[in-house]
């Protein structure tokens, strides 16, 4: 099952990651002083930010998982209340999931090898999908499991349960999403913000560069230019800071 709050990086991941680190620190090096051997200031920054990039990409699987999840749900109450079991459901959601999000649906593989373990393992379907709720770590994940594990040791019924269940856990998602679209829409105005004293430093050096040529000539000048640097990155984590909700 998927570690979602784990993410390694592939060969290929790293090399772009790598080529687009040293590009980006030549940019920023000759926008601020004109001269590209202060990139290596990057190197000793190269881990933080790979962990600021694989956060940001734990965090889009897992808004990914979640949306994938939120139809795994739908289909799963209606094949339940058509009479289905569990791991049929879980067989019928998996080419539904693949056809709407691709071959790289996260959810869909998870499920594949759940199916997999019931079919062939011959493995209880509530110790497996127990499995894909611990391994995802999302609240939603966890609940839904919980809800179905008490239906099928008690006795109740698990069609009224699982879509009440369904019922509260999709509204829930519906509500998370338009907080996260709200945080979002915050978030690029911020970066907006961020990205603005680069625009202008890079639309004096097009327009007017004899104008700004004492900010890369002159000591005074280049304390300028590592100021507005060092305070544009001070303005980027506030910006993390007053947007990152916890859900």
């Known amino acids: 099952m998927t570690e979602l709050s784990k993410y390694e990086f592939s060969k290929r991941e790293n090399a772009v ?3 687009v680190l040293t590009a980006a620190g ?7 002083y004109r001269n590209i051997m202060f990139a290596v200031v990057m190197i000793p920054f ?69 199916y997999e373990r019931m079919e062939t393992g011959g493995e209880n379907d509530i ?35 699982l879509g009440k269940a369904a019922g509260v856990i999709i509204e829930k998602m519906s509500i998370d999403r338009e907080i996260e679209e709200l945080v979002r829409r915050k978030e ?6 961020f990205a603005m004293p680069a625009v202008i430093i890079l639309f004096l050096n097009l327009t007017a560069p004899d104008y700004i040529a004492p900010l890369y000539e002159t000591a005074a000048g280049r304390i300028i230019m590592t100021s507005v640097l060092a305070a544009n990155i001070g303005i980027y984590a506030m910006i993390q800071r007053i947007t990152n909700v916890e859900i």
Do not use: H, Q, W
């Open 188 to 193: 690029s105005e911020g970066l907006i913000i």
């Open 127 to 161: 110790s497996v999908l127990r499995d894909l709720a611990e391994a995802s770590e999302l609240e939603d994940v966890i609940d839904f499991v919980t809800v179905y594990s008490i239906c099928k040791t008690t006795g109740a019924s698990l069609i009224t349960a």
């Open 17 to 19: 990651f790598y080529i």
């Open 26 to 32: 030549i940019i920023v090096s000759y926008l601020i």
């Open 46 to 114: 190269a881990k933080k930010i790979k962990g600021f990039v694989t956060d940001y990409i734990i965090k889009s699987r897992k808004r990914r998982y979640m949306a994938e999840f939120k139809d795994f749900l739908f289909m799963t109450s209606t094949a339940i209340g058509a009479g289905r079991s569990m791991k049929d459901a879980i067989s019928e959601s998996i080419p539904s999931l693949r056809n709407i999000y691709g071959k790289r649906s996260i959810l869909a593989g998870d499920l594949s090898k759940a």
